[in-house]
Nanobody
Framework: QVQLVESGGGLVQAGGSLKLSCAASGNSFSILVMGWYRQAPGKQREVVATITSGGTTNYADSVKGRFGISRDNAKSTVYLQMNSLKLEDTAVYYC??????????????WGQGTQVTVSS
């Protein structure tokens, strides 16, 4: 079983920056893709950014040029650097991992979520 623990959320003024971290634990599992999703009040959860084990990244159009996702495979940790934050970035941010068990079974795991609030 893989567990994800997020940190780094908080309150920031518009135009500011925050960095989220997500550490995965769980031996013997292969972590394939890691990513960040977010869910604002009254809205569906949406993908923000993803990164493969080889470092290929993808971003939602709304965050391109402002957010950067990175990954430390040795630490099984993924980061989300958020710059030029906007009011509409306010949401609960969830870490996600696409993992493969030693028997080859793939599954998704979610973190508990961390609140990011951008104020004017």
């Amino acid at each position: 079983q893989v567990q994800l623990v997020e940190s780094g959320g908080g309150l920031v003024q518009a135009g500011g920056s925050l960095k989220l971290s997500c550490a995965a634990s769980g031996n013997s599992f292969s972590i394939l893709v890691m990513g960040w999703y977010r869910q604002a009040p009254g809205k569906q959860r949406e993908v923000v950014a993803t990164i493969t084990s080889g470092g290929t990244t993808n971003y939602a159009d709304s965050v391109k040029g402002r957010f950067g996702i990175s990954r430390d495979n040795a630490k099984s940790t993924v980061y989300l650097q958020m710059n030029s934050l906007k009011l509409e970035d306010t949401a609960v941010y969830y870490c996600n991992a696409d993992v493969r068990s030693p028997t080859g079974v793939r599954s998704w795991t979610w973190g508990q979520g961390t609140q990011v609030t951008v104020s004017s």
